[in-house]
């Protein structure tokens, strides 16, 4: 009850003081600069030069998870209830609003959510490392709403974190009205939003390392010994699989968001509601690794142009980029690859250096897929002010008077 109050008051506050309340708890976490994307559903065959692969399932996405470029798309906004895949974002919010180390108490409420279950029981004392486990490996409900209960008071606040994470995102598909997944009205997401999402977990290290597990065992007394066996089969059966979550139930149909890794590539597959789960993902990722490449068009520090500079001590200063900018492009053919600039036409002293001061798009067959913020490349101290004039009066016309 105390909880509730102090978390009614917090909302209070936030909408008065008009900061973000899943911010605020979820310390650490930074928006990711937006991108490009090409979520076209017809162009993808034209793009890679080959067939793309067929899927059973009713919606899917194939993502690149370096720059978040859709490689496949079919029905991939379509909004749809995602089962177990929710607990991708359970999963995101108690990593980012909790500590692996703290113990959770599980209430009578948590041990009593039923189907895919942990076995909880009332009473019982965990770790929250242990229950993301169980919630990842097993598929835990139970081990979801003790989650929820301890992150934010209440199943119903946890929810309220949830959604407004997913805006944070630009998950703009999903609404989710529980932390497990189970059936409920209006609970939704789309194929897309679940790869946006999972894209951005897995840069989270501990995430990225739950989800690649493919078993975890622990005691806990004396309640006795976990075995946890992860419930995605492709973790054993296909080169280079680092995760996901599973998802099943009878409205969703089977579902699986799946990763793997090669060379240097990461592939972000979704499929919902699918006849073959395992075979859909599998053909999506091999189109990906098969199909295509990573291009390189700017590497971190890298200087892509330079810039005037008035009033400093030099007359350019070079933009380079924040980060490496790579796009995927097909191997079988040669895209129309182009980078555009967008930043002022002259900048004035002084500058700091890594100042923000535009960005680097890039473009593949009239598509935008990728960017990265320009900064600058040095700092530019200003002129002296009688240099300033000097120069000034060196640029006046012969016979114009001096100011």
């Not at 919902?272 to 295509?292: E, I, P, Q, V």
């Not at 400093?312 to 040669?334: C, D, I, Q, Y």
């Amino acid at each position: 009850m105390l909880s509730r109050l102090i978390f009614s008051l917090l909302l209070l506050v936030g909408y008065l003081g008009g900061f973000n309340i899943p911010m605020a708890l979820a310390a650490g976490s930074q928006p990711a600069l937006p991108v490009f994307l090409n979520l076209g559903e017809l162009p993808v065959s034209s793009l890679s030069g080959q067939d793309p692969p067929r899927v059973t399932a009713d919606a899917a996405v194939l993502m690149e998870a370096s720059t978040g470029q859709v490689l496949f798309a079919k029905n991939a906004h379509q909004p749809r209830p995602p089962a177990s895949t929710t607990k991708i974002l359970t999963a995101l919010l108690a990593i980012e609003g909790g500590r692996l180390n703290q113990v959770v108490t599980v209430s009578p409420r948590a041990a009593a959510v039923g189907e895919s279950s942990m076995h909880l029981f009332p009473g019982q004392r965990l770790t929250l490392e242990q229950l993301l486990y169980g919630a990842l490996l097993r598929s835990g409900n139970d081990a979801c709403v003790a989650i929820a209960e301890h992150i934010a008071g209440s199943e119903g606040n946890f929810v309220f974190l949830m959604n407004e994470k997913a805006r944070e995102l630009g998950a703009c598909h999903s609404h989710f009205c529980n932390p497990h997944g189970l059936p409920a009205r209006g609970h939704v997401s789309s194929a897309y939003d679940l790869a946006l999402l999972t894209r951005y977990a897995l840069k989270n290290p501990t995430f990225k390392a739950l989800v690649s597990t493919r078993y975890h065992g622990f005691i806990n007394p004396p309640w006795g010994e976990y075995h946890l066996h992860n419930t995605n089969r492709l973790l054993w059966s296909y080169q280079g699989a680092d995760g996901v979550k599973t998802g099943t139930t009878s409205e969703a149909g089977m579902c699986l968001v799946a990763s793997a890794s090669r060379e240097g590539r990461q592939l972000i597959s979704v499929v919902l509601h699918s006849d073959d789960r395992y075979g859909d993902t599998m053909a999506l990722l091999d189109y990906g690794f098969t199909c295509f490449k990573n291009m390189t068009l700017a590497r971190e520090g890298q200087a892509c142009r330079s810039i005037p500079v008035t009033g400093g001590v030099v007359s350019t200063v070079p933009l380079v980029s924040e980060g490496t900018l790579a796009v995927a492009v097909p191997v079988h053919r040669s895209p129309a690859v182009e980078k555009r600039f967008n930043a002022p036409a002259v900048l004035t002293a002084p500058l700091p250096k890594a100042l923000p001061v535009g960005t680097l798009d890039v473009w593949v067959e009239g598509e935008p897929v990728a960017r990265a913020r320009l900064l600058t490349g040095r700092s530019v101290e200003r002129l002296p002010a009688y240099k300033l004039w000097w120069k000034k009066l060196r640029a006046m016309p012969p016979g114009v008077n001096a100011p």
